[in-house]
């Protein structure tokens, strides 16, 4: 008898223990939108998130890499998704009274665009969408200011070089990227490849406007194959930079989301960005 | 007023009774050790006046009627000793008694400890756990202290891979851990796996959950006072126990060249490393298994009797771990950390009624990491560059401290103490990081370097302390003990007064009720982690301690507890707690969001939190039951409320120790049941795109802590066998077993989208097999 007692315990326990019920959730508006200053197209991507119990749109010709897997050592596919996109949506982009309506791209569902905005430095605008489902979005931001490189000037480089720049206004902060140019003799083929890539990003705050050429690793360049180089200075206003600096970290997801979306009742970014570039050769 | 008048009659009483009575005071010890006996009832033989030993196994026996009187002393375990004694007015005696060991079951026991302290002590929330009782339960490699006391109602252990005490709803580092009265800040090995106290060298400790005297300070939520055994002063004796992977040794004596005393030493060393080196060599599979992992502990101490009155005390705790190891010259990783601790106590009986306690502390704990990663440049195979990245994180936290006390037993049942305390502070946290590209072989001359101090932080602090209290018994039925502690700290300029209160009456002979109250202030703390996952993995060596600051006052908690308590023959008994707790500026942090530790105190942000609950704990012997129900809820800034990590509604703990037959066997084993700890649920997915362009899904989460994990509960059993190690020695051969039915306990859940656009959810077990561990020790 007493040896029934105990499974009767731990069966009550079981019950009353704990309510590990998962919370319910449904899609909530998802929106990317960066603009540039003395860009004419804008691209605004209107989307949904998605329950963890919703199965994602996939296409099959995203699946592009696999890997192995460090646990089980089975091969895990590399996929690439598309933008969850939301067709019928109505959005507008807002300056100094004038408002411009996007429409739908047929062939991409979810986004959205013009080519005949022309976005000025220092101009606010203001993005309203109104998804089919009723949910109302707006959000603002305001372009920074032009500015320019200063640093470095000359066409070779050295690793004691600087980066700098003059300070953009309403600027939060800055995102460095160095395009660069590789070519080298395929002596098999005796041909001259040439190929490129985006590399060495960081990010800055605003009060930061040199950075020596030592911290953006340049040193890889200066002693690889590569040509040159293209340096991007992108100045962020604070959407596109809380956007940048909190979204990247997908280890913690305990980061809070009302640190960097700055859209009111939607997911995502509504930013703008002006950038500066240069163009510089690699001291061989 | 006129309950006033009422307490002033029973004071005066006391003293117009004085002259026509004597005293008899004294030391109780156990006679084949000289170790000194705590809560041994000391009483006349008519049951007219009674008392028990305190913590340093003193006792004061006072107002005793001229005349002659027969003098017992008892305690459970213990042959009992009767001694008649003659009574002169105004005269003191001194009586000092030596217990002789007595197996259980030879004679009815009538007094034990257990109704010593039942009837002499209020007790509210304290929880004692002896040497005997924390050896039955079985741990991981060897048993655990903290392991032990995870087992008792009220606490909580959040995972199999820490050791750490949640108690009352209270995080770890609001619990303050004394060993011989000094503080120990991080009290763990093997990254949180188990507590850095050597059992052997331990007497016992002592848990206060909650309504602890003013005495004590600086933390919120419990003291856990541990005490090491003071050595054996009759002869020289010794223990030794060889292990799986660790092995220890404690040496005890009595002081050489016939100096009164006695001395212990104490020192133990896991061999992960040596014994994971070996198996890499011996099978020499395709990935390494050697673990360069170590870690050791060194504890003494020293008692001298100067006089009769006087006696001298120096102890000292040292323990590291140690993770270092070069991976093909292309990762130098080197962590240590650990504590260290000195006291020096100086106990002297200025009259046998008047007890002082002077001491010296010194503690520190320390984290020292360097990781230097190197690499050779894909393009650069002809230039033999190296480039070379170094990470360095220090942290710490140190006091020195002078704290005085004393004792003064004023009268029948009543206890004054009064002390005063004061300490330095020091919190220091440095991260440092470096690159330099240079020649093979030319590390000390680069072609380029940078380097970066992070964090470079290094507090000073002093907190000062004075405390009174009064434990009274003015009657046989009633314990009553006020307190009040006054701190001062100097970061802030933050005074604080800290009153107490205990009091229990006692109903019938076997049953009372009784009540505390008390408000408690903390200066130096952990900040809860944004990232709760940090408090159940096994990291507890990065603590970053940190002091209250101007706009960060003193953590603060106010606590109220209702109990009752009932003996039962057979050294049986039960209590039932119920308990409110309301706990004020609170800290959470960030630690790991950001590019390392912070220690800027604009990211912590201040909270509260309130946790209630009851206990419930039916003992016999050495075997227990413990029941607790709890509910815990934290807030942050303007965040909503929400369960912590810690939070465990139900708890159940059966741990009993079982002799089988008369062959020496003995099944030792221990379950625990803990409803299921609250998370922060994975709950969607939306769309990021990144810097390059490419849109990635990320996770939503759901409300913090609203979703709890399935329930936890594990079994671990053990066996052990006493046998006589060449016919001289007794000694125990012991295999033990944690997770027996392989019970797979989640850590966490691992999201994933796999290729057919559905979310897999992946339960991360904590220990999924069962883990054995078999050693053998012996009593030299």
């Known amino acids: ?284 | 007023m006129r309950k006033g008048i009422i307490w002033a009659v029973l004071f005066l009483t006391e003293f117009l009774f004085a002259a026509e009575t004597g005293m008899v005071a004294g030391f109780v010890r156990e006679a084949e050790s000289g170790e000194f006996l705590s809560y041994v009832n000391v009483y006349l033989a008519d049951k007219s006046m009674g008392t028990a030993t305190n913590k340093q196994g003193y006792y004061v026996l006072s107002r005793v009627p001229e005349g002659k009187h027969t003098l017992i002393v008892s305690m459970i375990g213990y042959r009992e000793e009767r001694l008649e004694i003659d009574v002169r007015a105004d005269k003191r005696l001194r009586r000092d008694f030596y217990l002789k060991p007595q197996p259980l079951g030879m004679e009815p026991v009538e007094v034990t400890a257990e109704r010593a302290r039942f009837e002499h002590e209020v007790d509210v929330g304290v929880k004692r756990m002896d040497f005997t009782e924390m050896r039955q339960i079985p741990g991981f490699v060897e048993q655990d202290l903290f392991r032990s006391l995870a087992m008792l109602p009220g606490v909580v252990s959040v995972s199999d891979f820490t050791s750490a005490l949640y108690i009352r709803g209270g995080t770890m580092d609001q619990n303050l851990i004394l060993l011989d009265g000094v503080t120990v800040y991080n009290p763990y090995h093997l990254m949180g796996f188990f507590s850095t106290f050597i059992l052997e060298s331990l007497k016992g400790a002592e848990l206060y959950t909650g309504g602890y005297p003013a005495r004590y300070g600086g933390a919120i939520s419990s003291v856990l006072d541990v005490e090491m055994k003071a050595g054996n002063s009759e002869r020289i004796a010794g223990y030794g126990e060889i292990g799986l992977l660790t092995s220890k040794l404690v040496v005890e004596g009595p002081l050489p060249w016939g100096a009164k005393g006695s001395w212990l030493a104490a020192g133990r060393r896991t061999y992960i490393d040596a014994i994971t080196w070996t198996l890499d060599k011996i099978f020499n599979p395709d990935f390494s298994i050697y673990l360069p992992y170590h870690f050791y502990d060194l504890q003494a101490k020293v008692n001298w009797d100067a006089s009769e009155r006087s006696r001298f005390t120096l102890s000292g705790f040292f323990g590291d771990d140690v993770l270092s190891f070069k991976e093909e010259e292309e990762v130098d990783l080197d962590f240590r950390w650990g504590n260290g601790t000195l006291g020096l106590r100086w106990r002297y009986l200025f009259t046998p009624q008047l007890f002082s306690l002077l001491g010296f502390n010194a503690t520190r704990y320390r984290l020292d990491t360097e990781v230097i990663e190197r690499d050779e440049p894909d393009f650069e195979e002809t230039s033999k560059k190296i480039e070379e990245y170094t990470y360095g994180l220090e942290s710490g936290v140190g006091e020195l401290g002078l704290q005085w006390g004393l004792t003064w037993f004023s009268g029948p049942g009543h206890t004054v103490e009064f002390g005063v305390e004061s300490k330095v502070i020091e919190t220091m946290n440095f991260m440092e990081e470096g690159w330099a590209r240079y020649d093979k072989d030319k590390r000390n001359q680069p072609d380029t370097s940078w380097d970066t101090v992070r964090v470079n932080q290094r507090d000073t602090f002093w907190l000062a302390a004075v405390y009174l209290q009064d434990k009274w018994e003015p009657g046989p039925f009633w314990v009553i003990e006020t307190g009040v502690r006054g701190e001062y700290f100097s970061n802030g300029n933050y005074w604080r007064a800290s009153p107490r209160l205990g009091i229990k009456r006692r109903l019938t002979a076997d049953w009372a009720i009784k009540a505390g109250a008390g408000l408690y202030y903390q200066y130096l703390y952990v900040p809860y982690p944004r990232d709760e996952m940090m408090l159940k993995i096994p990291i507890q060596f990065f603590q970053q301690w940190m002091g209250a600051a101007e706009r960060y006052p003193p953590l603060k908690s106010t606590l109220f507890t209702l109990g009752t308590e009932h003996l039962f023959p057979k050294d049986m008994s039960a209590s039932v707690e119920f308990y409110y707790k309301d706990l004020r500026n609170l800290r959470e942090a960030d630690l790991m969001g950001g590019e390392g530790p912070t220690t800027d105190t604009a990211s912590i942000t201040l909270g509260q939190g309130y946790s209630y609950g009851a206990e419930l704990l039916l003992k016999r012997g050495y075997s227990w039951v413990g029941y607790s129900y709890s509910v815990t809820r934290y807030r942050f800034g303007d965040e909503d409320w929400f369960f912590p990590v810690h939070d465990s509604r139900h708890n159940l703990n059966l741990s009993f120790a079982l002799p089988l037959g008369k062959k020496g066997w003995t099944l030792t084993s221990a379950w625990v049941f803990s409803s299921g700890f609250p998370f922060t649920a994975q709950i969607g997915w939306y769309q990021h795109v990144n810097e390059e362009g490419e849109i990635d899904w990320m996770p939503i989460s759901g409300r913090r802590g609203e979703v709890r994990y399935p329930p936890y509960h594990r079994l671990d059993a053990g066996f052990t066998k006493s046998f006589r190690l060449f016919k001289r020695f007794d000694a125990e051969f012991y295999i033990q077993v944690l997770n027996v039915y392989a019970r797979r306990n989640v850590l966490f859940y691992d999201y994933e989208i796999d290729e057919n656009g559905v979310t897999q959810r992946e339960a991360v077990p904590m220990l999924p097999v069962p883990i054995p561990s078999f050693g053998i020790r012996a009593r030299l």
């Open chain 1, 1 to 284: 008898m007493r040896f029934r007692i105990i499974p009767a315990i731990i069966l009550l326990l079981s019950v009353i223990a704990c309510d590990t019920t998962p919370e319910t959730y449904e899609g909530e508006p998802n929106i990317y939108a960066v603009l540039t200053t003395d860009s004419s197209f804008a691209c605004i991507m209107v989307g949904k998130t998605t329950s963890i119990d919703d199965t994602l749109t996939l296409e099959p010709d995203t699946i592009m890499d696999t890997f192995w897997r460090d646990d089980t050592f089975e091969v895990w596919p590399e996929i690439v998704f598309p933008w969850n996109g939301v067709s019928g949506a109505e959005v507008s982009l807002k300056q100094g009274g004038h408002r411009y309506v996007l429409l739908e791209d047929p062939d991409s569902a979810g986004y959205y665009g013009s080519d005949s905005i022309q976005f000025s430095a220092r101009k606010t605008w203001e993005l309203e969408v109104t998804y089919p489902s009723g949910e109302e979005i707006e959000a603002q931001t305001t372009i920074p200011g032009n500015f320019e490189i200063t640093s470095p000037l000359v066409d070779t480089l050295s690793d004691t070089d600087v980066l700098e720049w003059t300070p953009s206004a309403h600027a939060a902060g800055y995102l460095i990227e160095l395009l660069q140019w590789l070519s080298w003799e395929d002596e098999e083929e005796d041909t001259l490849v040439v190929d490129s890539s985006f590399d060495c990003l960081m990010l800055v705050q605003a009060d930061t406007t040199s950075l020596p050429m030592q911290e953006l690793e340049l040193f890889d360049y200066l002693w690889a194959w590569a040509d040159s180089l293209i340096i991007f200075v992108s100045a962020l206003d604070t959407n596109a930079y809380d956007y940048r600096y909190y979204g990247e970290d997908r280890w913690d997801p305990d980061i809070r989301v009302e640190d960097y979306m700055h859209i009111e009742g939607a997911w995502g970014v509504f930013g703008s960005q002006t950038v500066a570039c240069s163009q510089r050769y690699v001291l061989r």
